[in-house]
């Protein structure tokens, strides 16, 4: 197969990837690592405002205003994931924005996170990326009102995103209940599809599914935030839906019992990982919450491969009250999200929780 692009780079440019040693949120440290580094934030004092911190690794911080707005603040950046400078633009803020939909919250505004290689590559092709990232913040309705540049050795784009909610109807990632089901909103293998991209070994019908799950905005957010018997959200990106599932299992206290045959996959992915298009991210995923995780016997290594793959621009994870499924998938189908499916169940309360695949 090929490397299928809509815009390639100029002939004396070099493409956007080649300059990158990560691309997309497989560029993100690995959570082993993070928490070492994040440990001395820990003991920071938390004002009664701060209505959501770093202490169970959220999708974003929360602040409160007064008793019906909190403001959602987040952001999120990276390396390039593919060479079409347009389509790495509206990927990173795709991306970046939906950590505000993560929360439940609805984006009000954006700032530009911008590095780039001034002498690497043309003015054309930065213009390209900046582009890309604004037609995604026209797309959900919101200004770039500011950011901030630097030229840098790879090239980096993203965004800090804002939004408003009404802290009744905020969702974090650490409340999902004994019995709840998930739902996870967009299909597995966006990190195998890139590493796939960058050895030149993806098809045109491959990179067309590849683009077009990584920029559809999870729109679905503030409707899921408003049912009821929806109790916990995230998003799951570069850590995998093992890293962000276990987040979620640590957080509310309980096990996640997840139905692997349940998970969509995007088409194709299984003969991409035979085929060795697995990202490092993948392998140091596994490294840093593997204990945390259970397997049943027999689970294949290609299997894990794409239980820790990172998704960049990832789907909605809920956790809902069974009595609520019909309304979530209602809010799904209502933005276009076929794919969505129920993957699992939360399952009893524990002192030490585990993600457990059955």
Not at 246 to 262: F, K, P, T
Not at 309 to 329: F, K, M, N
Request: proline share 7%; aromatic share 4%.
């Amino acid at each position: 197969m090929t490397q299928a692009s809509p815009t390639e780079p100029r002939p004396t440019e070099p493409r956007l990837t080649s300059l990158a040693h990560g691309g997309g949120c497989g560029c993100k440290i690995a959570p082993g690592v993070l928490s070492g580094l994040l440990r001395g934030s820990a003991a920071l004092p938390v004002p009664p405002e701060l209505l959501v911190g770093i202490e169970t690794s959220d999708d974003a911080a929360v602040w409160l205003l007064n008793d019906r707005q909190a403001l959602v603040a987040t952001t999120d950046f990276f390396m390039p994931v593919v060479d079409d400078p347009h389509d790495f633009g509206r990927i990173a803020a795709t991306n970046a924005i939906s950590d505000v939909y993560a929360m439940g919250a609805t984006p009000i505004l954006a700032l530009a996170v911008v590095g780039m290689p001034i002498n690497a590559i043309s003015h054309e092709t930065i213009a390209a990326i900046l582009d890309g990232g604004a037609s995604i913040c026209r797309e959900a309705g919101i200004p770039i009102a500011g950011g901030h540049t630097i030229d840098s050795v790879e090239p980096i784009y993203g965004l800090v995103a804002l939004g408003l909610i009404d802290p009744a109807l905020l969702k974090r990632n650490a409340e999902a209940q004994p019995g709840d089901l998930l739902v996870l909103g967009k299909p597995l293998g966006v990190g195998v599809m890139s590493a796939a991209l960058k050895k030149g070994d993806l098809d045109s019908a491959g990179y067309a599914r590849m683009i077009d799950i990584t920029t559809k905005l999870n729109r679905p957010g503030p409707d899921l935030a408003a049912i009821p018997g929806v109790h916990a959200m995230t998003d799951v990106t570069g850590f995998g839906l093992g890293g962000h599932g276990l987040e979620m299992a640590r957080g509310s206290g309980c096990d996640l019992v997840i139905d692997w045959s349940a998970v969509p996959r995007l088409p194709g992915i299984d003969a991409l990982i035979e085929a060795g298009h697995v990202t490092g991210a993948s392998g140091r995923n596994w490294a840093s919450y593997g204990d945390g995780v259970a397997l049943p016997d027999g689970f294949a290594d290609a299997d894990r491969a794409l239980l820790t793959d990172p998704q960049t621009s990832g789907g909605l994870l809920v956790a809902c009250a069974p009595d609520a499924l019909e309304a979530v998938r209602a809010a799904f189908a209502r933005h276009g999200f076929d794919d969505a499916a129920v993957i699992g169940q939360a399952g009893a309360r524990s002192d030490s929780p585990r993600l457990i695949l059955r």
